[in-house]
């Protein structure tokens, strides 16, 4: 099974040349720490900032650098800081070519739930009902299943959904899925994991075609 960093590492595989990208709360943050050195990404943050770099070192903190989650970023040479209402047209305007976000639950028919569980303590919705309204392309970071080992990967999600059948590509730390028009297809496992682990983990229909490689981190 892969970690965090390891989820984070493998969706920076998707990432291109040009490509801006807005990384959400959670594991997609860590993305930017594993994009290749030999292309030219721009990621961009919901409370206004282009042109993030990877996490500072410790020490090298500015408390007045941060991201939408509030954590410390870097900048890279040069980035611009802007305000909430522009940061907001960008991503309603479509011009983020790549979404990460992280989510508590995903259906087999692209719905993500990723903002509130009934019943507990939310900041809010942040930005992730404009990013899921106006994102071409998704890609979900998550665990393969919660704390109480239940697939979060479901027919039908039970928590309050941010959008409806938006997400394009799921990657855990079980797997690299897609979302297909019945199912998740199941496209790479992750390194020593068999397929059959990954079906008993995952609710919603699985669609496995012949061997399915491991990943490539």
């Not at 907001?88 to 790549?98: P, Q």
């Not at 979900?140 to 979060?152: C, E, I, P």
Request: some cysteine; aromatic content about 6%; hydrophobic content about 45%.
């Amino acid at each position: 099974m892969l970690d965090k960093n390891g989820i984070a590492r493998r969706i920076a595989r998707e990432v291109q040349d040009g490509y801006y990208v807005n990384l959400g709360i959670g594991i997609p943050t860590l993305v930017a720490n594993f994009v290749r050195e030999d292309i030219n990404v721009e990621f961009q943050s919901e409370n206004g900032v282009l042109g993030m770099g990877p996490f500072p070192f410790e020490g090298e903190e500015d408390a007045d650098i941060i991201n939408a989650g509030k954590q410390t970023i870097t900048t890279l040479p040069g980035a611009s800081f802007f305000d909430s209402a522009t940061s907001f047209g960008m991503i309603r305007g479509k011009h983020v070519d790549l979404t990460i976000l992280g989510a508590m639950e995903v259906a087999e028919n692209g719905d993500i739930a990723n903002w509130k569980i009934p019943g507990k303590l939310v900041k809010g919705m942040g930005g992730a009902m404009d990013l899921v309204a106006s994102a071409e392309n998704i890609i979900v970071a998550m665990m393969h299943t919660n704390r109480k080992g239940a697939s979060k990967l479901l027919k039908k999600c039970t928590l309050p959904l941010t959008g409806v059948g938006c997400v394009k590509k799921i990657v855990t730390n079980l797997a690299v899925l897609e979302v297909v028009s019945n199912g998740f297809k199941l496209l790479e496992r992750a390194p020593g994991v068999s397929i059959e682990t990954i079906k008993k983990a995952t609710e919603g229909s699985l669609i496995v075609d012949a061997d399915i490689p491991e990943m490539i981190l």
